[in-house]
C-alpha cells in the first residue's frame, strides 16, 4: 500500500512537471531567441518593446499587450544638423498583433534594412492605435 502511494504521488509529480515545462515551452516558442552576445538596446513603452543589435542590424519589435492594438517602431537617420529623416516603419500590426508577437528585420534583407555605420538613428515607439511614442536615440557603430 505504501509502495502504491509513493509510486501515485511520483506519477503525479512527473506529469504536473512535464505540463509545466510544456507550458513554458510553448510560451517561449513565441518569440525570436536573442542574437548571440544579447540585444545592444531594448527599449519599452506601454504596449511594445523594440530589440536592437547593432552587428546585423536587426531590429525587432514585439507587442507586448494583449488589447488588440499595433506594435511600431519609426527609424530616422538623425543628420548633422539634428533634424529627423524618416528612414522606415516597422510595423507589426500589419500582419500579427497580440502579447508576445513580433517582427524582425536585419541588414541581409538590404535596402533600408541596412543601418549605416557610425549614423545616429531616432527611434520611436508605440504600441498603441493613436501612435502617440516615446522616443530614443542610439549610433550605429558596428
Known amino acids: 500500500m505504501k509502495l502504491r502511494k509513493a509510486l501515485l504521488t511520483a506519477g503525479t509529480i512527473a506529469a504536473t512537471a512535464t505540463a509545466v515545462l510544456a507550458g513554458t515551452t510553448t510560451a ?5 531567441p536573442p542574437p548571440p552576445g544579447g540585444w545592444d538596446f531594448i527599449f519599452s513603452t506601454s504596449g511594445a518593446t523594440l530589440y536592437v543589435k547593432k552587428h546585423g542590424d536587426i531590429l525587432k519589435i514585439c507587442d507586448t499587450n494583449a488589447d488588440n ?4 517602431v519609426d527609424v530616422y537617420e538623425v543628420e548633422k544638423n539634428g533634424k529627423v529623416d524618416p528612414k522606415y516603419d516597422l510595423v507589426n500590426g500589419d500582419f500579427v498583433q497580440g502579447l508576445g508577437n513580433c517582427h524582425t528585420h536585419r541588414a541581409s534583407q ?7 555605420e557610425g549614423q545616429q538613428y531616432e527611434v520611436h515607439v ?17
Not at 110 to 116: F, I, K, T
Open 110 to 116: 538590404g535596402w533600408a534594412w541596412d543601418l549605416r
Open 28 to 32: 517561449s516558442a513565441t518569440t525570436d
Open 126 to 142: 508605440s504600441g498603441n492605435s493613436n501612435w502617440t511614442h516615446k522616443t530614443w536615440r542610439f549610433t550605429n557603430d558596428h
Open 69 to 72: 492594438k499595433y506594435a511600431r
